[in-house]
């Protein structure tokens, strides 16, 4: 008989007892819905959840023809089915509503599975009732609308003891109106629900539904049955058919690996790292890699609900190999099984049997099974196991894959420890995934090779982005915050993109404002993992209302818990490992492993009470933590924002902005200035405003230039911006840094005309004012501009003109307009100056002096600058090992701070250089892509020297057509936009060329190779 633990006293008691056998504590009704435990009274939150609305169909005119106590019956046994149902998937029976039942899937706790349970459940209600026990041979069918989405729910009406809980906003209306438009017997989801159960059903889209209180039609889809593969990450892989970015070193291990494996040295491999960082994405780029050569493959997967099923990941794969199909009959397996028995060469009895009952089917009448103990039928199986992999893989090249091992239960661990042992002497490579929880003796031993899995640089989670976005929809503001949140977790990229990407589909009049927020498929397992936490998840939200990092102090002062309690909680946060901390209370810190972990448990907590806390957060941070207010400004700007003082936030954002540009941070500094304008702009115009904007536009520019290339449009908007100002404003000291850098966006544009009358400009008024750090900058830029058009001598004259002044003046005391220092510049310019004077020991000398300059100013800015131009040198020398290593560090400092113009530069010599010294066609294909970024991104600047490199490698190719037409097109590029300083370089390329291609014949010279030129006029 079932027992129920009594809530009073936990003795057990039968279930059908009203009173507690014990105690006498009146028990549950069985009439009432059965609820999960620990819905004690809860705080509302905003949290998503899934909404199953089921309803019998025409209980009007059942009621109608029925006698009043059958239909009782009839609704009494249709209850008790569903609250069955709905409790055995993890449901919460909200409300009965006449005839319908309303239930919640991720309340009052939410795990990573609740769309998928609440989908399982609807289907399982539908099968069921064809077999409800009703009177009379009554038939009873129900329509089944669910539906995911963000909901605040909790304790919302207290009327007296009656505690209801409620839940608002528009997922239970979508649910109860998907279920009026299911056909009988029917599950209606909504394409939420549908996306993050995804592989896990059978779908079948509908037409867009147009139902009442929604404006536009909603896309809905009727759910058919679960599919086969039962696993998330499984449902994932098989339409994953993205490319690996930022694991070439992982890769290229693996591969090693594996090549030590085809000489017969097994290998065991174990891949740690936190869920989707790209464990299973890296051992299937190793898949697609071995795919050519012969092998054979296998795969267990361990999953979150088989933990305690022993070999479940085993059995699941066994009868994938033997073929067996869902519903099949037990002869149809047995024969299935026979087949492969013999494959596997299992002759023994024993064995055989073992095999089958391990598979699940029946035993036959004396089986040699029979009355063997549990731990002898253990023993037998797993060497029936065993013996039947080395049958199946044998002397074979084999990959034996096993996905999250943290999740395997112990009997699968024990296998595996004796085909680990097994492989060392052949050709096996056991390739294991887990979580970095997970250890065992595994993690210990030496000849076990282990791949920590850590966040991808910014550079990888940009490609990544960009793979989604491959139609380049997504607004750049929208891509960045991406990165920035995603912490370069290629999971959180890729859903975040899609997401975005789907939102602005669904939206389209509101184009270019595209709203970065957690996707849906994201959001169910982040907020599971904060509901794991209990009653340390107050503090979470507490701290995440602070933000992403918080310190012990501040928390205590805005919580005002007793000390103990915060200490314990924020304990169990660390353990949670969802945050960590540094150093010991009071003194300590703590930040959220994730941004989104941390946009998860700040969205729980209600819009009012937000405000408030932020408001009493401001008060705190200035009364008592004034000191921060210097080392952090953006941190009570943030607070005063939110809580809607934004004349005392833009002060504050505008210090925050000026304190990151100062440390080269400049894509934080865009944002918090980016702020303070937004802010500013909804004050009243007037002069006051204008003088106020304008040193915020001034630092943007300076810091857009260095995030997104001096050549953005967005830097020309907004010089543009405040060269409106400075018009109205009469005489202002800020129209030289107005000018100087507009100069800089021209240079880099390639237009002369504006870049030469902008330096003019900025030489009459730096002589004007006498000023240093303008005499400086301009002679920098004319000196850069006269560079550019191969006027080497006067270039010299002011190139070492800025450097005398900057040395005199101790430059590196001065603060300049501009993103990078101009010493630092005109070296740059001055090395390739000297050098195509022809003076290669002097422009040595100053490479070195470069070198040791960027060394002491220690800024990540002026050192991928620098290294840029010491390659562009370099590759005008033809000195390819050096240029590689140049690339290569420069790409390093790129990816590490977002500086996408040095970033592509960068890319493309060290592709130019592959191409010369390994990979001809790779390093042409790395180089053309940077090209095209390069252009996309406004930069002419040194595109002819970029055509020149190009047709070299052409050239070192033997393709001596192509090259001389990319030359061809360098010369008359560089001609026709005036940077005119390669054209010596181009015209003696093309002479070598034409004496190279006089050589060969027509036919050989022009070998066509794919690929168009890059530059070429279209056909
Ligand atoms: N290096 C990468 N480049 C591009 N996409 C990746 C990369 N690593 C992972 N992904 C994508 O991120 C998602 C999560 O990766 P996955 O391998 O499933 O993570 P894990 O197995 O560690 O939980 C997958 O959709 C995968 O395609
Ligand atoms: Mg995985």
């Given at each position: 008989?079932?027992?129920?633990?009594?809530?009073?006293?936990?003795?057990?008691?039968?279930?059908?007892?009203?009173?507690?056998?014990?105690?006498?504590?009146?028990?549950?009704?069985?009439?009432?819905?059965?609820?999960?435990?620990?819905?004690?009274?809860?705080?509302?939150?905003?949290?998503?959840?899934?909404?199953?609305?089921?309803?019998?169909?025409?209980?009007?005119?059942?009621?109608?023809?029925?006698?009043?106590?059958?239909?009782?019956?009839?609704?009494?046994?249709?209850?008790?089915?569903?609250?069955?149902?709905?409790?055995?998937?993890?449901?919460?029976?909200?409300?009965?509503?006449?005839?319908?039942?309303?239930?919640?899937?991720?309340?009052?706790?939410?795990?990573?599975?609740?769309?998928?349970?609440?989908?399982?459940?609807?289907?399982?209600?539908?099968?069921?009732?064809?077999?409800?026990?009703?009177?009379?041979?009554?038939?009873?069918?129900?329509?089944?609308?669910?539906?995911?989405?963000?909901?605040?729910?909790?304790?919302?009406?207290?009327?007296?003891?009656?505690?209801?809980?409620?839940?608002?906003?528009?997922?239970?209306?979508?649910?109860?109106?998907?279920?009026?438009?299911?056909?009988?017997?029917?599950?209606?989801?909504?394409?939420?629900?549908?996306?993050?159960?995804?592989?896990?059903?059978?779908?079948?889209?509908?037409?867009?539904?147009?139902?009442?209180?929604?404006?536009?039609?909603?896309?809905?889809?009727?759910?058919?049955?679960?599919?086969?593969?039962?696993?998330?990450?499984?449902?994932?892989?098989?339409?994953?058919?993205?490319?690996?970015?930022?694991?070439?070193?992982?890769?290229?291990?693996?591969?090693?690996?594996?090549?030590?494996?085809?000489?017969?040295?097994?290998?065991?491999?174990?891949?740690?790292?936190?869920?989707?960082?790209?464990?299973?994405?890296?051992?299937?780029?190793?898949?697609?890699?071995?795919?050519?050569?012969?092998?054979?493959?296998?795969?267990?997967?361990?999953?979150?609900?088989?933990?305690?099923?022993?070999?479940?990941?085993?059995?699941?794969?066994?009868?994938?190999?033997?073929?067996?199909?869902?519903?099949?009959?037990?002869?149809?397996?047995?024969?299935?099984?026979?087949?492969?028995?013999?494959?596997?060469?299992?002759?023994?009895?024993?064995?055989?049997?073992?095999?089958?009952?391990?598979?699940?089917?029946?035993?036959?009448?004396?089986?040699?099974?029979?009355?063997?103990?549990?731990?002898?039928?253990?023993?037998?199986?797993?060497?029936?196991?065993?013996?039947?992999?080395?049958?199946?893989?044998?002397?074979?090249?084999?990959?034996?894959?096993?996905?999250?091992?943290?999740?395997?239960?112990?009997?699968?661990?024990?296998?595996?420890?004796?085909?680990?042992?097994?492989?060392?002497?052949?050709?096996?490579?056991?390739?294991?995934?887990?979580?970095?929880?997970?250890?065992?003796?595994?993690?210990?031993?030496?000849?076990?090779?282990?791949?920590?899995?850590?966040?991808?640089?910014?550079?990888?989670?940009?490609?990544?982005?960009?793979?989604?976005?491959?139609?380049?929809?997504?607004?750049?503001?929208?891509?960045?915050?991406?990165?920035?949140?995603?912490?370069?977790?290629?999971?959180?990229?890729?859903?975040?993109?899609?997401?975005?990407?789907?939102?602005?589909?669904?939206?389209?009049?509101?184009?270019?404002?595209?709203?970065?927020?957690?996707?849906?498929?994201?959001?169910?397992?982040?907020?599971?993992?904060?509901?794991?936490?209990?009653?340390?998840?107050?503090?979470?939200?507490?701290?995440?209302?602070?933000?992403?990092?918080?310190?012990?102090?501040?928390?205590?002062?805005?919580?005002?818990?007793?000390?103990?309690?915060?200490?314990?909680?924020?304990?169990?946060?660390?353990?949670?490992?969802?945050?960590?901390?540094?150093?010991?209370?009071?003194?300590?810190?703590?930040?959220?492993?994730?941004?989104?972990?941390?946009?998860?448990?700040?969205?729980?907590?209600?819009?009012?009470?937000?405000?408030?806390?932020?408001?009493?957060?401001?008060?705190?941070?200035?009364?008592?933590?004034?000191?921060?207010?210097?080392?952090?400004?953006?941190?009570?700007?943030?607070?005063?924002?939110?809580?809607?003082?934004?004349?005392?936030?833009?002060?504050?954002?505008?210090?925050?902005?000026?304190?990151?540009?100062?440390?080269?941070?400049?894509?934080?500094?865009?944002?918090?200035?980016?702020?303070?304008?937004?802010?500013?702009?909804?004050?009243?115009?007037?002069?006051?405003?204008?003088?106020?904007?304008?040193?915020?536009?001034?630092?943007?520019?300076?810091?857009?230039?260095?995030?997104?290339?001096?050549a953005?449009?967005?830097?020309?908007?907004?010089?543009?911006?405040?060269?409106?100002?400075?018009?109205?404003?009469?005489?202002?000291?800020?129209?030289?840094?107005?000018?100087?850098?507009?100069?800089?966006?021209y240079i880099v544009a390639v237009e002369m005309g504006p870049a030469a009358?902008?330096?003019?400009?900025?030489?009459?008024?730096?002589?004007?004012?006498?000023?240093?750090?303008?005499?400086?900058?301009?002679?920098?830029?004319?000196?850069y501009l006269l560079y550019m058009r191969g006027e080497l001598?006067?270039a010299?004259?002011?190139?070492?003109?800025?450097?005398?002044?900057?040395?005199?003046?101790?430059?590196?005391?001065?603060?300049?307009?501009?993103?990078?220092?101009?010493?630092?510049?005109?070296?740059?310019?001055?090395?390739q100056v000297?050098?195509a004077?022809?003076?290669?020991?002097?422009?040595?000398?100053?490479?070195?002096?470069?070198?040791?300059?960027?060394?002491?100013?220690?800024?990540?800015?002026?050192?991928?600058?620098?290294?840029?131009?010491?390659?562009l040198?370099?590759s005008a020398?033809r000195?390819?090992?050096?240029?590689?290593?140049?690339?290569?560090?420069?790409?390093?400092?790129?990816?590490?701070?977002?500086?996408?113009?040095?970033?592509a530069i960068?890319?493309f010599y060290?592709g130019v250089?592959?191409g010369?010294?390994?990979?001809?066609?790779?390093?042409l294909?790395?180089a053309m892509s940077a090209f095209d970024a390069l252009d996309r991104i406004g930069c002419k600047l040194a595109r002819a020297d970029r055509l020149h490199d190009i047709g070299r490698v052409r050239m070192a190719m033997g393709d001596f057509g192509d090259a001389l037409s990319v030359i061809d097109v360098a010369i008359a590029d560089s001609m026709s936009c005036g940077e005119t300083f390669p054209l010596p370089m181009l015209r003696r390329t093309r002479a070598e060329l034409l004496a190279g291609a006089g050589?060969l014949?027509p036919?050989?010279a022009t070998k066509g190779r794919a690929g168009a030129l890059p530059g070429a006029p279209p056909k």
């Amino acid at each position: 008989m079932a027992r129920a633990k009594c809530p009073n006293c936990a003795a057990e008691t039968d279930f059908e007892s009203a009173f507690c056998q014990a105690c006498g504590t009146p028990l549950a009704d069985p009439a009432m819905p059965r609820r999960p435990p620990a819905v004690a009274s809860r705080r509302a939150e905003r949290r998503p959840i899934t909404v199953l609305f089921c309803d019998i169909v025409g209980s009007v005119s059942l009621a109608n023809t029925l006698d009043p106590e059958d239909m009782m019956q009839v609704l009494d046994v249709f209850r008790a089915s569903c609250d069955d149902i709905i409790a055995r998937h993890n449901g919460y029976v909200a409300r009965y509503l006449g005839d319908g039942v309303l239930a919640y899937f991720g309340y009052p706790s939410a795990d990573e599975e609740e769309a998928s349970r609440a989908v399982r459940a609807a289907l399982a209600l539908q099968a069921a009732m064809g077999s409800l026990p009703l009177p009379n041979g009554i038939k009873c069918q129900v329509r089944i609308g669910v539906a995911t989405g963000l909901v605040v729910i909790g304790d919302l009406v207290s009327r007296g003891e009656i505690r209801e809980v409620d839940v608002v906003g528009e997922t239970p209306n979508l649910a109860a109106r998907l279920q009026s438009a299911a056909p009988a017997g029917g599950v209606i989801v909504s394409e939420a629900t549908q996306r993050i159960t995804a592989g896990l059903f059978t779908y079948r889209p509908l037409a867009p539904l147009t139902l009442k209180g929604f404006d536009a039609p909603v896309q809905a889809f009727e759910a058919l049955n679960a599919t086969e593969s039962g696993s998330r990450s499984r449902a994932r892989a098989e339409s994953a058919r993205t490319p690996i970015f930022g694991r070439d070193h992982e890769l290229r291990t693996l591969i090693d690996r594996w090549s030590r494996v085809r000489a017969g040295q097994g290998q065991v491999v174990l891949i740690r790292g936190e869920a989707g960082i790209g464990k299973s994405h890296l051992v299937e780029a190793l898949r697609r890699h071995v795919a050519d050569a012969p092998h054979v493959q296998s795969t267990w997967n361990c999953g979150p609900n088989t933990t305690d099923s022993a070999l479940y990941p085993v059995a699941e794969q066994l009868a994938r190999t033997a073929g067996f199909e869902r519903g099949e009959s037990v002869e149809g397996r047995r024969a299935k099984l026979a087949r492969l028995v013999t494959r596997f060469g299992l002759t023994s009895p024993l064995s055989t049997a073992a095999i089958a009952d391990f598979l699940g089917l029946p035993p036959a009448p004396s089986s040699p099974l029979e009355g063997l103990t549990p731990d002898k039928l253990k023993a037998v199986t797993l060497d029936t196991l065993l013996a039947s992999l080395d049958a199946w893989a044998g002397q074979q090249t084999t990959l034996l894959a096993i996905e999250d091992l943290h999740w395997s239960d112990s009997t699968t661990l024990e296998l595996l420890d004796r085909v680990a042992a097994k492989a060392k002497g052949r050709p096996w490579m056991i390739l294991a995934t887990a979580r970095p929880e997970f250890s065992n003796r595994w993690t210990e031993i030496a000849d076990v090779l282990h791949i920590e899995l850590t966040r991808l640089d910014r550079g990888a989670a940009e490609r990544i982005c960009a793979h989604f976005d491959a139609a380049a929809a997504l607004p750049p503001e929208a891509s960045r915050q991406i990165v920035a949140r995603c912490d370069g977790i290629p999971l959180f990229i890729e859903e975040m993109t899609k997401s975005v990407l789907e939102g602005m589909a669904a939206a389209p009049t509101r184009q270019g404002d595209a709203k970065v927020f957690i996707p849906a498929t994201l959001h169910d397992s982040l907020v599971a993992r904060l509901d794991r936490l209990g009653p340390a998840r107050r503090i979470a939200n507490f701290g995440a209302t602070i933000g992403r990092r918080f310190s012990y102090d501040l928390l205590a002062e805005v919580m005002n818990a007793p000390e103990a309690e915060l200490r314990q909680g924020l304990l169990e946060l660390t353990r949670s490992g969802l945050v960590e901390s540094h150093g010991l209370p009071p003194q300590s810190e703590y930040l959220f492993k994730h941004a989104l972990i941390r946009d998860a448990a700040y969205e729980l907590v209600l819009k009012r009470e937000r405000d408030a806390l932020h408001r009493q957060i401001a008060t705190v941070l200035r009364e008592q933590f004034s000191e921060l207010q210097e080392k952090e400004p953006e941190l009570l700007a943030y607070h005063l924002t939110e809580s809607g003082a934004a004349s005392e936030a833009i002060p504050l954002w505008a210090a925050a902005g000026q304190r990151a540009a100062s440390r080269a941070a400049h894509v934080e500094a865009v944002g918090h200035l980016e702020t303070a304008v937004e802010l500013l702009r909804r004050q009243p115009p007037g002069a006051e405003r204008a003088a106020a904007e304008l040193p915020l536009l001034l630092g943007l520019a300076v810091s857009l230039s260095a995030s997104r290339g001096y050549a953005a449009p967005e830097v020309g908007r907004v010089l543009a911006e405040a060269r409106v100002i400075c018009d109205a404003m009469g005489n202002v000291p800020e129209l030289f840094a107005v000018l100087r850098n507009a100069c800089s966006f021209y240079i880099v544009a390639v237009e002369m005309g504006p870049a030469a009358e902008t330096a003019r400009l900025c030489l009459d008024m730096a002589s004007k004012t006498d000023l240093p750090e303008q005499r400086i900058e301009s002679q920098y830029a004319q000196g850069y501009l006269l560079y550019m058009r191969g006027e080497l001598a006067e270039a010299r004259k002011y190139l070492e003109n800025a450097g005398e002044l900057y040395r005199r003046h101790d430059g590196a005391q001065l603060v300049f307009p501009s993103p990078q220092d101009p010493m630092v510049g005109s070296l740059c310019a001055l090395m390739q100056v000297i050098n195509a004077l022809g003076d290669e020991a002097g422009a040595n000398r100053v490479e070195e002096e470069l070198q040791a300059h960027v060394l002491r100013l220690g800024r990540d800015y002026d050192r991928a600058y620098s290294l840029c131009f010491r390659a562009l040198l370099a590759s005008a020398r033809r000195s390819y090992v050096r240029l590689r290593t140049l690339a290569d560090e420069a790409l390093a400092v790129c990816n590490e701070r977002s500086y996408p113009l040095y970033g592509a530069i960068a890319s493309f010599y060290k592709g130019v250089a592959i191409g010369h010294l390994e990979d001809a066609d790779a390093g042409l294909h790395m180089a053309m892509s940077a090209f095209d970024a390069l252009d996309r991104i406004g930069c002419k600047l040194a595109r002819a020297d970029r055509l020149h490199d190009i047709g070299r490698v052409r050239m070192a190719m033997g393709d001596f057509g192509d090259a001389l037409s990319v030359i061809d097109v360098a010369i008359a590029d560089s001609m026709s936009c005036g940077e005119t300083f390669p054209l010596p370089m181009l015209r003696r390329t093309r002479a070598e060329l034409l004496a190279g291609a006089g050589r060969l014949t027509p036919d050989m010279a022009t070998k066509g190779r794919a690929g168009a030129l890059p530059g070429a006029p279209p056909k």
